[in-house]
C-alpha cells in the first residue's frame, strides 16, 4: 500500500465486546522529540479487561483509544529525534493508545527490541515482563534459595514471574486452575489448585516456615491470607484486585483498601513488607528517573528471552478489526500467555 491510513479501535462506553468500534483516519504527524510506531503487535492485558466496565481505577474519560503496550517499527521521527531511529522495531508502554495501526510516542519511551525477536514474541513481555521483572528484582528482591508463591501462575504476568524467578534460583509454588498443573509441572513448578478450599492451609503444608515472597494479582479477601504465608523478612507484593473486575461501585475504593492494608502491614513491627505495585508509579514526579529504569528493566527482559530463562507465551494472534474475539479470547481464561493482536 503507497498510502496509509490510521486504523485504531475505540471504545465508546462500557459496552460487551463486539461494542469496539472500529474508526479509521490519517496517520498522525510526529512532533518535536515524538515518534510515530507503525504497530506490528499490541495485545489484550487484564487492564483493558476493567476498562470496558469502567472498572481501571485512573481510566481516562470514554470514548477513547485501548492497548496498553505495542511493539513496531518507526515509521517517522520528529525534530530532535535521532533520525537513525526510523526503521527501527521498539516496544513502548502506553497505557492507552496502542490498538492502532499508527502510535504516536515520545521518543524517549520507545525502547529498542534487540535483533531476532519478532514483535509478537515481545509484544508478550513488555507490560508483563516489565512488571514481573520490577516486583520481583526492585520489590522483592528474590535470590537463589527463597521460596515464593505466584498466585495465577499461568497468567501474562504470572508465567513470566514464574520464569524470572526460577532463573534467579528460587524455588516457585504457583495457584493455577487444575488444567494448568501439567504445564506447570513440567517447568518445575510445584502447582496449587486455587479452587479446593483453604488455599493458604495447602500452601503451608509445601512450606512450613513460611515463604520468602507472594505475589497476588487478586487481592479483595485472599491478600490476608497471602500476608500471613511470609516468612519474617518475606515480602508481600499485590498487583491488582482481579476478584473485583465483576463488582458494581466504586473502581478506586478497592484499590484505596488494598493501600491502607499495606500501609498497615508496614507498620507491624514483625519483619514483613508489603507493596502494592503499580507499573506507573513515581512517572509523574520523575519522568527521566522512570524512563530509565523501565529501559533498563524491558532490557533485561528481552536478554532473558534471548538467553532461553524466560518464553513468548503467545495465546492467540488476531487481527485489529477481530479485537472483539480476541477480547472474548483473553476473558475465557481459557488460554495460556497473551492475546495478541497484528494490524
Same mark, same amino acid.
Given at each position: 500500500?503507497?498510502?496509509?491510513?490510521?486504523?485504531?479501535?475505540?471504545?465508546?462506553?462500557?459496552?460487551?465486546?463486539?461494542?469496539?468500534?472500529?474508526?479509521?483516519?490519517?496517520?498522525?504527524?510526529?512532533?518535536?522529540?515524538?515518534?510515530?510506531?507503525?504497530?506490528?503487535?499490541?495485545?489484550?492485558?487484564?487492564?483493558?479487561?476493567?476498562?470496558?466496565?469502567?472498572?481501571?481505577?485512573?481510566?481516562?474519560?470514554?470514548?477513547?483509544?485501548?492497548?496498553?503496550?505495542?511493539?513496531?517499527?518507526?515509521?517517522?521521527t520528529g525534530e530532535g529525534v535521532?533520525?537513525?531511529?526510523?526503521?527501527?522495531?521498539?516496544?513502548?508502554?502506553?497505557?492507552?493508545?496502542? #490498538?492502532?495501526?499508527?502510535?504516536?510516542?515520545?521518543?524517549?519511551?520507545?525502547?529498542?527490541?534487540?535483533?531476532?525477536?519478532?514483535?509478537?514474541?515481545?509484544?508478550?513481555?513488555?507490560?508483563?515482563?516489565?512488571?514481573? #521483572?520490577?516486583?520481583?528484582?526492585?520489590?522483592?528482591?528474590?535470590?537463589?534459595?527463597?521460596?515464593?508463591?505466584?498466585?495465577?501462575?499461568?497468567?501474562?504476568?504470572?508465567?513470566?514471574?514464574?520464569?524470572?524467578?526460577?532463573?534467579?534460583? $528460587?524455588?516457585?509454588?504457583?495457584?493455577?486452575?487444575?488444567?494448568?498443573?501439567?504445564?506447570?509441572?513440567?517447568?518445575?513448578?510445584?502447582?496449587?489448585?486455587?479452587?479446593?478450599?483453604?488455599?493458604?492451609?495447602?500452601?503451608?503444608?509445601?512450606?512450613p516456615r513460611g515463604v520468602d515472597?507472594?505475589?497476588?494479582?487478586?487481592?479483595?479477601?485472599?491478600?490476608?491470607?497471602?500476608?500471613?504465608?511470609?516468612?519474617?523478612?518475606?515480602?508481600?507484593?499485590?498487583?491488582?484486585?482481579?476478584?473485583?473486575?465483576?463488582?458494581?461501585?466504586?473502581?478506586?475504593?478497592?484499590?484505596?483498601?488494598?493501600?491502607?492494608?499495606? #500501609?498497615?502491614?508496614?507498620?507491624?513491627?514483625?519483619?514483613?513488607?508489603?507493596?502494592?505495585?503499580?507499573? #506507573? $508509579?513515581?512517572?509523574?514526579?520523575?519522568?527521566?528517573?522512570?524512563?530509565?529504569?523501565?529501559?533498563?528493566?524491558?532490557?533485561?527482559?528481552?536478554?532473558?528471552?534471548?538467553?532461553?530463562?524466560?518464553?513468548?507465551?503467545? $495465546?492467540?494472534?488476531?487481527?485489529?478489526?477481530?479485537?472483539?474475539? $480476541?477480547?472474548?479470547?483473553?476473558?475465557?481464561?481459557?488460554?495460556?500467555?497473551?492475546?495478541?493482536?497484528?494490524?
Amino acid at each position: 500500500m503507497s498510502a496509509e491510513g490510521l486504523v485504531e479501535v475505540v471504545l465508546p462506553g462500557k459496552v460487551e465486546p463486539e461494542g469496539l468500534q472500529i474508526r479509521h483516519g490519517a496517520v498522525p504527524t510526529p512532533g518535536p522529540g515524538q515518534v510515530v510506531i507503525r504497530m506490528e503487535a499490541t495485545g489484550v492485558s487484564f487492564a483493558e479487561q476493567q476498562m470496558r466496565r469502567g472498572r481501571y481505577y485512573d481510566q481516562p474519560p470514554f470514548p477513547f483509544v485501548p492497548g496498553y503496550d505495542l511493539v513496531g517499527t518507526v515509521l517517522s521521527t520528529g525534530e530532535g529525534v535521532e533520525p537513525g531511529l526510523a526503521g527501527t522495531r521498539v516496544a513502548a508502554l502506553v497505557k492507552v493508545g496502542g #490498538w492502532a495501526s499508527h502510535v504516536l510516542v515520545d521518543a524517549a519511551d520507545a525502547v529498542p527490541v534487540p535483533h531476532g525477536i519478532g514483535a509478537a514474541e515481545a509484544e508478550t513481555l513488555v507490560v508483563n515482563g516489565i512488571t514481573a #521483572w520490577q516486583m520481583l528484582h526492585r520489590k522483592a528482591r528474590v535470590r537463589a534459595g527463597h521460596t515464593v508463591v505466584v498466585h495465577g501462575a499461568n497468567g501474562g504476568v504470572g508465567s513470566v514471574l514464574v520464569q524470572l524467578a526460577q532463573a534467579a534460583g $528460587a524455588r516457585v509454588i504457583g495457584t493455577a486452575s487444575a488444567r494448568h498443573h501439567d504445564a506447570l509441572r513440567e517447568r518445575g513448578v510445584t502447582p496449587v489448585d486455587y479452587r479446593g478450599g483453604d488455599l493458604a492451609a495447602r500452601i503451608r503444608e509445601l512450606a512450613p516456615r513460611g515463604v520468602d515472597a507472594v505475589f497476588d494479582h487478586v487481592g479483595g479477601r485472599g491478600i490476608v491470607d497471602s500476608w500471613r504465608l511470609l516468612a519474617p523478612g518475606g515480602t508481600l507484593v499485590s498487583y491488582g484486585s482481579a476478584s473485583t473486575r465483576d463488582d458494581e461501585g466504586s473502581k478506586q475504593w478497592p484499590v484505596i483498601k488494598l493501600l491502607f492494608r499495606v #500501609w498497615l502491614w508496614n507498620t507491624l513491627p514483625n519483619r514483613r513488607s508489603a507493596y502494592f505495585f503499580n507499573v #506507573w $508509579a513515581g512517572r509523574a514526579l520523575a519522568k527521566n528517573r522512570f524512563r530509565s529504569r523501565l529501559r533498563a528493566d524491558l532490557t533485561q527482559v528481552f536478554t532473558a528471552l534471548q538467553r532461553g530463562e524466560v518464553t513468548a507465551q503467545i $495465546a492467540a494472534q488476531l487481527p485489529l478489526t477481530r479485537v472483539a474475539d $480476541a477480547l472474548r479470547l483473553a476473558e475465557s481464561g481459557t488460554v495460556a500467555g497473551k492475546v495478541v493482536l497484528n494490524p
